[in-house]
């Protein structure tokens, strides 16, 4: 009787680790096909984004030298979204009004009778960028890097230049427009910059104190010539 007893405790104690190791088993399943599974989802994500970057750039080769955005407002923000630099893009005689590019990496980028217009550009780095005729009407260049940029026949009225680098900008004498444009803080700027820029219509720091003071009529309002 007390073996029959012994072995049925025997028996219980060996369920119990059975039913231990099935749960175990279990977790470990779980946690594997899990893994497995942010694995296929991370790998998934980044093939989407590659296959993304891939049509964006297929948008934009595809419209060089045309006119008008043929969908390269899109693709550039998917670009920018994406991380990707811009450097040496071409996109001359782009129609890219209000485009989003705040921060974009756009150094040496060909840029020329490119529309900007209300376009976002804070930040960007533009280094050597090509924005002769370009269109800046409106846009926001606050920040922006224009080192080495050429200005030549660009339209910068009502622009945002505020904190903007222009160490060795070239063809700055020969800016289109930049009649209300604020070059408030504007860094590294050539000699003889801001004494055109004031003589252009644009408004400096001092005569923006004076605007604020009630002192000078200041508007941002501006007619396109």
């Not at 297929?58 to 006119?67: C, E, H, L, M, R």
């Not at 040496?88 to 705040?102: F, H």
């Not at 924005?131 to 409106?138: I, N, S, Y």
Request: charged share 25%; glycine share 12%; proline share 1%.
């Amino acid at each position: 009787m007390w073996e029959l007893s012994q072995w049925i405790g025997d028996a219980l104690q060996l369920s119990k680790f059975a039913e231990l190791a099935i749960i175990i088993f279990g977790a470990y399943q779980f946690y594997k096909g899990r893994k497995e599974r942010n694995e296929a989802d991370a790998a998934a994500a980044e093939r989407a984004r590659i296959d993304s970057n891939y049509q964006a750039w297929q948008v934009i080769n595809s419209a060089q030298g045309k006119g008008g955005s043929g969908g390269r407002i899109e693709a550039l923000g998917d670009l920018l979204r994406n991380g990707v630099s811009l450097n040496g893009i071409r996109l001359d005689d782009a129609w890219l009004e209000e485009v989003q590019l705040p921060r974009a990496r756009m150094v040496r980028s060909s840029l020329r009778g490119t529309n900007f217009t209300r376009a976002n550009l804070a930040g960007a780095n533009l280094e050597g960028a090509d924005l002769t005729d370009a269109d800046l009407l409106a846009a926001d260049l606050t920040g922006a890097n224009l080192r080495g940029a050429t200005l030549v026949g660009a339209r910068l009225s009502a622009s945002t230049l505020d904190g903007a680098d222009l160490r060795e900008v070239v063809g700055w004498q020969d800016v289109r427009s930049m009649g209300h444009a604020s070059v408030v803080g504007v860094r590294n700027a050539p000699p003889g910059f801001l004494q055109l820029a004031r003589g252009m219509g644009a408004v400096d720091a001092e005569m923006k104190a004076a605007a604020e003071d009630g002192t000078l009529e200041y508007s941002q309002h501006f007619r396109a010539i």
